[in-house]
């Protein structure tokens, strides 16, 4: 199977990222960072727990490429006037002097008007890019669709929880890449849960880092997936899931069966779904 293409364009943004994008919540070092760069990975995202070894790599990857570079800086601000101020602390700490796009974090219905105005200023003033969406409810993804503030969309899916494939996929599929939001998806490995041994049914192999991140890249609608690699091993685990390309009908079946049985043990699964 042939591997990934090394850039994919995030939907009516017109930006070029890689398929896959890198997290600031966890602990792999400066240099693993470095290396995914080196290796490709252009989309850096600077959520809601900033761990300065991710934000070194930053610094010292921009002093010379920023261009090359899609950093995504998130805020989970719900009041307007501190959004901008948000915003313009992190820029400081990046030492850069724009975010290619600004996140919206954890949105279950439309934010408020004076929170998008903010927003949308920022822009005008060119501290931002585009700006994006997260939800943790999927319905509310397709009343955005003619929405175009809203460049990009962070979707939560994983083989345990699919349902985006449900709510979310099939109602941008029609559209050209020119009107369509970029999909962005996180919680590949369903919080680790897809690859701990003692979830997975008897006889079925254990999917590792890698398995999850070709799983969700496989679906044609899903141009970005989130890794939040903790050590270099795990970092090594999804760069190796860019040369391995998309699963086969048989792979993707079993990390469906994988899927469902670790849904259907878990009483909480309903809930998060």
Known sequence: MAAFPKRTTLGATGL????????????????????????????FYWGSIRRGLMGSAIREIAREKRDEMVIVVQSYSRVARLLGPS??????????DRSDV???GW??????PRLI????????????????LSSHQRRFFPTLLDDD????????????????????????AARPETERPGIVTYTTTSWGQLCDP??????????????????ALSHPDVRTCLAGPDNEAQM???LAALDQGPMDEAELAWMRRVGDHIYHGDRTAGIRD
Request: charged share 25%.
């Open 16 to 43: 070029r990222v890689s398929k896959l994008g890198l997290g600031s919540s966890f602990g792999a070092p400066t240099r693993a960072y470095h290396e995914a760069f080196e290796r490709g990975v252009n989309y």
């Open 87 to 96: 915003l313009e602390l992190a820029l400081r700490k990046l030492r850069i």
């Open 102 to 104: 600004l996140l919206l």
């Open 107 to 112: 949105h279950n219905s439309d934010p408020s």
């Open 117 to 132: 105005d903010a927003a949308l200023e920022l822009k005008r003033r060119g501290l931002v890019g585009h700006i994006a």
């Open 149 to 172: 503030r809203y460049g990009i969309w962070h979707v939560r899916y994983n083989a345990v929880h699919r349902g985006a494939e449900r709510d979310v996929f099939p109602h941008v």
């Open 198 to 215: 003692k979830r997975v049914p008897e006889g079925e192999r254990v999917p590792t880092g890698t398995d999850c991140y070709r799983f």
């Open 236 to 238: 090594q685990q999804a």
